[in-house]
Nanobody, 120 residues
Framework: VQLQASGGGLVQPGGSLRLSCTASGFTLRYYSISWFRQAPGEERDLVSCISTSNSSTYVDSVKGRFTISRDNAKNTVYLQMNSLKVEDTAIYYC???????????????WGQGTLVTVSS
């Protein structure tokens, strides 16, 4: 049973990336999924969350630029990140919550993290 986060990389300011959070051993549609990020020397912060009813929340700094979505057939949650800024640079983690709501109240599984670097 695990979550796997992928899709990070190096991108220029203004560019886009799509992160994926794929589950194995359990069915994601029964969980809310959250994306967190942690920059060097900083705490891990909640970026976005999607509930089992597909309602979504975003931290103010990414509203209008990031979009979270599900593909239940692929057992995957995505984070589409557009208009990336240098300050978006961080390791991004996904986490599941069987309670199913946003914001999350517990963390059943964590992905291993994927590095996003925004730099010219």
């Amino acid at each position: 049973v695990q979550l796997q986060a992928s899709g990070g990389g190096l991108v220029q300011p203004g560019g886009s990336l799509r992160l994926s959070c794929t589950a194995s051993g359990f069915t994601l549609r029964y969980y809310s999924i959250s994306w967190f990020r942690q920059a060097p020397g900083e705490e891990r912060d909640l970026v976005s969350c999607i509930s089992t009813s597909n309602s979504s929340t975003y931290v103010d700094s990414v509203k209008g630029r990031f979009t979270i979505s599900r593909d239940n057939a692929k057992n995957t949650v995505y984070l589409q990140m557009n208009s990336l800024k240098v300050e978006d640079t961080a390791i991004y983690y996904c986490a599941s919550d069987v309670v199913g709501k946003c914001p999350p109240v517990r963390f059943d599984y964590w992905g291993q993290g994927t590095l996003v670097t925004v730099s010219s």
